[in-house]
Structures are given as C-alpha cells and as structure tokens.
C-alpha cells in the first residue's frame, strides 16, 4: 500500500490539462466501480481505471503518468459505454498516454514501440504495411521468434504481401506531409525522432 | 436523396483480411447495394495514431473524407470497425472549431464537411434487411449454429457509433438468421480479444481470445462469426499461441459474416475466399450437414409415431430446438 500525500502532491494545472484536453468533467465521478468491473485489463493493470480517475481527480500527476496501466488500455470503450456519469472514460486515458509521451514515459515499451512503428509504416507508405511492421517489430521486441510459428499459415494463404500496398494517387505524400507538419509542433511526441522508430 | 455510397476498404482488407473486403464487394452486389471506393484512400490512424495525438488521428481520417468529399460522396461505409471509429471520431470532432483549426494546418487545407459514415453491416441491415436477405438466399445455413461476435468497437461508444445495441447488439444474429443459421445465445458478443496487443502482449490476448473461444464452444457453437479483421486475426491466425496458453485445442472457424451471407447467397468461393481462413469452414459446414439430417429423420420419425420422441443421434439434447 502507498500513502498518498494530498496536501504536498496535488498538480491542479495537470488536473486541468487533462479535464481541457479530453473534454471530460472528470469531478463527476463519484468511484462506482463500473468502469473497473467491465475492463477486460483490469487483472493487467497495475492501478484499476477508476483509481486513475480517483488519483487524476487528486491531482496525482507522477503516479498516473508512471503506470502502466494508461499503455494497456485498448480504448474497448466498454468503460465509456457504462459509465453512468457519460464520462468518455476511454478518452481520458487516450490523453493520460498522451500527456505520459510527451513526458517521456513509457513503462509498457513494447506497446509505445509497437504503436511508433505502425506510424512509421503509415508516414512512410501512406497505408500500413503490415510485413514490414511485423518484420521490424519482431527485430526490435528482442523476441523475434514470438509470430514465426504464423508465416507459414500465411504464406499458404496468400496473406503475406512482401511489397507495400500504397496509395496511387498523391495519397503517400499527402500522408507524409501530415507527420511532417505534426513533427515540427512544438508539444508534440515525435513518431520518428527516438532511435526505436526509425525505420 | 439517394446518396452515392462510397466504400473505404482499409488497410487489413487490402492485405490479411482481403477475404473480408471480396465477401463484402461481392455480397453488395449480389444484393443491389452499388458502392464506390474512396479514391486514393489512405490509412485512417487507426488505434495507433489516436493513443498519440487526437489532432494527428484527426488529420489522417479526415485526408479520407477529403477524399471521399471530392469524389461526392456524402456517405461512406467500411467493413472495418477500428475504420469506421476513426473516420466517425474525426468527423464529430471537427465540429469544434479549435480542433478543425489545428486539423486544418496539419492537412495544411480546409477540413471536410459532414461525412457520414457507416459499417457495412449497418448498410446491409438497414439498407436491404433480413426480410430483404431471405429472399436472395439459395443455399441456407440450415442446421449451421454460429456464436456472432461484434467485438468491441462496431457498436460503442453508442453515443459515437448510433447503432445497435451496445451492450447486445443483434444485427448479425438478424442477418445470419435470416441465411437459415441457428444463432446461439453468446453472451461475450462485445469482449474484447485482445485488439492490437499481440505483437507487444501476446500474454493478455492469448488470455482474452481464449475465453471468447471457450465461451462459443460452451454454447455449442460450430463457427465464430466476426464483422472485424482484427478479431477475425486473433482468434483465427493466432489460434495456435492462444490454444498453447490455454492449454485447450479449440478447432472452431472465425469465418467473417459476409463469406457465411455469400455462401448462403449462393455466390461462388472465388467471391467468398473460404480457402484464406486458417481453421477451415468445411467441417463445421459437414457437422451442420450431418445435424440437419439427423434432424430431418427426427421429424420424420415424430410424424410416424409422436409418443416415441426419438432423440436424433450424435445431436445434444439442447440442439433439440433447432430441429424444430
């Protein structure tokens, strides 16, 4: 069990931020519980969804940004479907892992390494290439033998495109045109400038 | 007001999931729905780009219904649901004109109008129906038990999505029912199977994926229905790693609802692609086969002598409904 102390770590202006950015009037949640008991993740989470929401409600910046649990969120919507306070629960935590990259967090780093290649492949191609993501990703997880057992079952099946499936028109630079302008705001978590997502 | 519908195919339809995006084309138009694909489409951002920034999601959907705009189409339907959650996020969002503004200089022009954007299934639903499907179909589903599974996004949040039921949506059960299939009751209709987790968590997808194979096969079902590629990939490519973790060796097919509506529809395997799935349809078609028999001779045999109430062989008791 941790101690909390309210009076010395309570961040309003991060309270605030993620109130601004998600859009949620998060001082309606009163603790029902119903966004836990439907998570399909709960039992991989190192803090339950509505404790976040308590600990976000208290201003407990470092301990929510720290988690794990905002990396393992799979934005199922099943909290936001049940919550009885119509709290985008689910957008709360897509801003939680914002706020957490931009802060240079990343404690599930497979997920954030998983998530920047999908983007590599989409700023590179214009759609995603899903060989080349799954080829770079086996390489950089340091278990590049996890989905080996499924290329054969694949390649059988002619589901293993070796090339690109891109776009024919302007579609590629247009897609390309858009991280680059997102890659030069000022806050922004850059897809492309850690060594991890480069290709 | 009949608007022209665009058709946004995605990404995992034009690679592991073309099967989807083939059944699909070729249900439409067996069944007069024309559709137009997005020219020059590009990937929406899918859970990916909105776990990083809402703007650059924003931006990625909305080059989408620039596209479909341009093209002048005013309603877009996709088969896949992670799509339609991003092409349906980007177009509700930009109403706010402080998120347009900043969408708009990633576009680097004008953001689009209002686009509307729909699923598939509900422009077979709503469009032509089950009354509708009934009629087109030549080959029922007949003594076929199927668990649907919509997974977790084709219909929530609702307030997004405004379609179906969010907790117990029946659209598919309606669809497959009326192709002559027997709907099990399965409650995991909307659990999640462990979405995009399984390249950097295989553990908590093969946990979750498990449990909806278990649940299906505990209701008696031959197949899993699904309307998602994802879902479709989880429980179907990876069904060796999640039976591994779950130490069962669960054999059930995870066809896609439109290659069962084409095949009840009739149409060719060259339209259904039946052969791309990794658990073969066939032996969940034969056992079906062979049920619909048993049933057949059960109802003959309750003409010939009602007080007997023979019970058809190799058929659980609770099948007994379906032979009615």
Known sequence: ????????DCDQAFMD???????QDLKSCYQCGN?????????????????IMRLVQLGQKERVLSCRSIWLCATCQACTTRCPNNIEVATVMDVLRHMARRAGKAPERLVK?????????VARH??????????????KSGKPLQDAGLGPAMLTRGKLAFLPHQPGGRGKEEVAEIFARFENRTDAAPAKKTGEDAQ | MKATLGYYPGCSQSGTAAEYDISTRACCKA????????PDWTCCGSTPAHTVDHHLSGALAARNLLQAEAAGLDRVATPCPSCLAALKTADARLADETYRAEVERLL?????????CVSVLQVLYEQVGAGGIQKHVKRPLAGLRVAPYYGCIMNRPPGLMLFDDPENPVAMDEILAACGATIVDFPFKTECCGAAFGMPRLDMLQRLSARILDMAQSCGADCVVVACPLCQMNLDLRRGQVNAASGQDIRMPVPYFTQLLGLALGLPEADLRLDKLVLPLAPALEAAHLREQACERAREAGHAAKTTGGKPDGAPA??????A
Do not use: W
Not at chain 1, 1 to 8: E, S
Not at chain 2, 108 to 116: A, D, F, I, M, T
């Open chain 1, 1 to 8: 069990m941790q101690t909390i102390n309210l009076a010395a």
């Open chain 1, 17 to 23: 931020a993620v109130a601004r950015e998600s859009g």
């Open chain 1, 35 to 51: 966004c836990t008991a439907g998570c399909a993740y709960s039992q991989d989470y190192d803090i339950p969804v509505h404790q």
């Open chain 1, 113 to 121: 390494s998983f998530t920047d290649g999908f983007l590599a492949s």
């Open chain 1, 126 to 139: 214009g759609r995603v290439f899903e060989a080349g993501l799954a080829a770079v990703f086996a390489l």
């Open chain 2, 31 to 38: 069944l007069g729905i024309g559709l137009t694909d997005v």
């Open chain 2, 108 to 116: 680097g022009r004008p953001g689009p109008g209002p686009v509307e």
């Open chain 2, 318 to 323: 609770k099948e007994d409904a379906s032979c």
